[in-house]
């Protein structure tokens, strides 16, 4: 493989074209956008009727006077690139220590290891979350080939010839509308069909609660009056969240038993017996995944995207693409989810089908309910073969990593076995919860790389949930962006923006605003994620630490340092610190250690001199990483792209 072949394989167009070039903006016919119009988050706009080329994107950020110039090879940047070169070996090398037979804590987590197939090391396979889906690779990969050979036969089978339409029903937009209608039908067809197939198989009879709670909320979205059906989706939705922690799934038998308490005296006895018999009957189907309530929460967010898409387009008279004359077939992303869909959409099939879309079903990403009607009308230009087969290859390297990981470093099996902290180095203790946060980055980006592969084999190009590797994150509101970012956008788009975005009001009143929602947010992204108060804490804690990060952001802005831009990126090098430290600390109490376990680290890490030495190096360490950080980003930028992440 060549170096041009590597450096493609891992370009940014892989991952998602919408971070280079499938979001330039839409504007009307004559229409042009100056500078001062452009949004530097989106590549550039179609400029004289042509399509920009990676030439004019990056003859464009040349021009602009924030962009610096390169600091690859300066003598500063080669320091850095020494103190991150001996420092990332040693990582490793602390971690894998611990990690040996030799090691004292050793017997107190090997029963937590399982036979492993690398070098004749066991593997850390503890991860409950982590193991489920570990352990069904082979069959989910039967699953990825199965699915799209079963559409294209039925598309084969059906009755409309795709192509043939396309081919007789063409505009100057591309497939005309009649075609697309057409298209949309039978892919919905396909997939409400393959939905009800694949929710059997997954949960069993339980799946006829899922379609109850789906039933329902699509009521409340076409008998509502508009006024009211905001309100009712969160509560109705919320409540379901909290009902199914609390009914733990309603089982059968208790539905059952409840049932038969309303039976007269006399026959409660009888009636007991017979609702045990056929509860337990029913509950004896479970399906593949019978706790059926776990996986449910991702299903809330399509749910609630259903009806507020559905309630904001009740306003939308007259913004369909064809009115706003936009090529329909080619709709920048932004347009996919803003612009309405038709009325007629909002039909019971297409919710059932963009519900439980079957790549998507379990873990995302996320999808709106417009978008997903859009790319069923009009394949997206983004998906392409070659780009599928390098994404595919993408994931097989990162789940080749996640196997060295698990194989070397026992970092898992270690924290869920009480460890004696006392007994671990101060930078044995740090990198014990440095690389189960990475494990818990790679066991997520698995999982949502699969699926998302899965979704582009079949003709839909979701977003691409992890945008950086975690450890290539400074800002704490950055890393929340790129961090499951479907689930973020997603956000923005349902919670943050209709409680006022970034406040509506000028100066200190706005930044408090923008901290109160964000707090808003993060309540919810904890409630959401799982009912428990270490998560309540780790949602409050990230709103905790964004606050210097905007307090810093408010007292040094960067328009006032346009002189002194070398003492502004080191004065940010510090701030980075701080930040990856507190962002450390507040996910390791959410999804690794707790709070008590935190505690432990902290006091191992700094409770001695050569804790405080180490600490003062870490930071040395983090500084050098940081700016390095900063570089790349000024990189991204010099060759069109900006991430705001």
């Known amino acids: 493989m060549t170096f041009l072949e590597v450096k493609r394989l891992f370009s940014k167009d892989v991952l998602d074209t919408r971070f280079t070039k499938s979001s330039w903006a839409q504007s009307a016919p004559g229409a042009s956008a100056t500078p001062a119009q452009i949004d530097p988050a989106k590549p550039l706009p179609v400029l004289d009727g042509q399509n920009p080329t990676s030439r004019s994107r990056l003859a464009y950020w040349k021009g602009r006077n924030d962009i610096e110039p390169s600091r690859w090879v300066t003598l500063e940047y080669a320091a850095y690139y020494t103190i991150v070169g001996i420092a990332v070996p040693l990582m490793f090398k602390s971690a894998y220590d611990v990690s040996l037979p030799s090691h004292p804590s050793y017997s107190k987590y090997e029963h937590r290891l399982s ?62 509308a009649l075609s697309a209608d057409a298209r949309l039908k039978q892919r919905v067809r396909f997939d409400a069909g393959f939905a ?112 507020l898409d559905y309630c904001w387009s009740l306003d939308r008279i007259g913004g369909s693409a064809l009115e706003k004359q936009l ?151 950055a890393f929340w962006r790129g961090w499951h970012r479907s689930f973020n956008r997603w956000i923005v788009r349902y919670i943050y923006i209709p409680l006022g975005g970034s406040g509506t009001s000028p100066g200190s009143w706005g930044k408090a605003q923008s901290v109160f929602n964000m707090l808003i947010v993060f309540t919810f992204v ?45 004065i940010c090098g510090i701030g980075a610190v701080g930040n990856i430290l507190m962002m450390m600390a507040a996910n390791l109490v959410g999804f690794a250690v707790g709070l008590d376990g935190l505690t432990g680290l902290v006091r191992g890490i700094v409770g001695s001199y050569s804790g405080l030495v180490f600490l003062t190096a870490a930071c040395v360490a983090l500084f050098s990483a940081a700016q390095i950080m900063f570089e790349l980003r000024e990189h991204e930028l010099r060759h069109g792209i900006k991430l705001k992440c």
């Open 327 to 477: 090529d329909p077939s080619d709709l920048s992303e932004r347009d996919r989810v803003d612009l309405p869909a038709k009325s007629e959409d909002y039909s019971f099939r297409n919710y059932f089908a963009y519900v439980l879309y079957s790549p998507l079903y379990l873990t995302g990403p996320i999808l709106t309910f417009n978008e997903y009607i859009s790319q069923q009308r009009y394949t997206p230009k983004s998906i392409s073969r070659d780009r599928t087969i390098l994404y595919g290859i993408r994931f097989l390297i990162s789940l080749l990593t996640m196997e060295v990981m698990l194989h070397f470093l026992y970092v898992v099996a270690i924290s869920k076995s009480q460890p004696t902290w006392e007994i671990y180095t101060p930078f044995q203790l740090s990198m014990l919860g440095y690389f189960n946060l990475h494990i818990i980055w790679l066991k997520l980006l698995l999982p949502w790389r699969f699926f998302r592969l899965w979704a582009l084999l079949d003709g839909i190009d979701p977003p691409e949930n992890m945008v950086r590797c975690m450890s290539d994150n400074y800002s704490a509101l």
């Open 196 to 307: 009800c197939v694949y929710l059997l198989a997954l949960h069993g009879t339980s799946a006829f609660k899922v379609v109850a709670i789906l039933y329902i909320n699509f009521s409340l979205a076409k008998w509502l009056p508009k006024p009211y059906l905001p309100l009712a989706t969160w509560v109705f939705n919320i409540g379901v969240l909290f009902a199914n922690e609390w009914g733990r799934g309603y089982p059968y038998e208790e539905i059952a038993r409840f049932l038969s308490s309303w039976s007269p005296a006399s026959a409660i006895p009888a009636s007991e017996k017979a609702a045990q018999n056929w509860g337990t009957y029913l509950d004896s189907y479970s399906g593949l995944q019978p706790r059926w309530e776990i996986l449910f929460n991702i299903t809330v967010l399509r749910l609630i995207s259903f009806d």
């Open 526 to 570: 904890a409630l959401w994620h799982d009912i428990q108060l270490k998560l309540l804490i780790w949602g409050w804690l990230i709103t905790l630490f964004v606050l210097p990060e905007v307090l810093a952001g408010y007292l040094f802005p960067k328009a006032q340092w346009h002189q002194h831009k070398d003492v502004y990126r080191l």
């Open 115 to 176: 036979s492993g197939w690398i070098l004749g090391r066991k593997v850390d396979n503890s991860d409950q979350q982590y193991s489920g889906f570990r352990d069904n690779i082979p069959s989910m990969f039967l699953l990825l080939a199965f699915h799209p050979i079963i559409r294209r036969t039925y598309e084969y089978m059906s009755s409309i010839n795709h192509k043939a339409s396309s081919s007789s029903h063409k505009t100057s937009h591309g497939p005309s």
